[in-house]
């Protein structure tokens, strides 16, 4: 893998954690994630969204619901931390001070 692609990995990753952060109850669904992250120059596909999200609950970060095929995405207190960038994780862009 190239560093570009680790380093979108680790921005699309920190930016699911924190789409997660202002949604209410923390959730939301990969569709959702998957338009929301245009705006941040992260024009992932549902697939790779649905990608990154399955590595995100694999590190404890977040939890899944899938009504077949409808992936429903809540972010953990771990995955608000990383959000926030009170914990850091090396697969995770950690967020800049202030942001």
Do not use: C
Not at 18 to 24: V, Y
Not at 41 to 66: A, M, N, P
Request: hydrophobic share 35%.
């Amino acid at each position: 893998m190239t560093r570009y692609l680790e380093t979108l990995q680790a921005h699309a990753r920190l930016t699911i954690l924190r789409l997660l952060d202002e949604a209410p109850r923390y959730t939301s669904n990969v569709s959702m994630l998957t338009q929301l992250m245009h705006p941040y120059g992260i024009t992932y596909t549902r697939d790779q969204v649905t990608t990154e999200v399955h590595w995100l609950k694999e590190q404890g970060f977040v939890s899944t619901e899938d009504h077949n095929g409808f992936v429903i995405v809540t972010a953990t207190a771990r995955g608000i931390e990383i959000a926030h960038g009170i914990a850091t994780h090396p697969g995770v862009q950690r967020p800049r001070p202030g942001a």
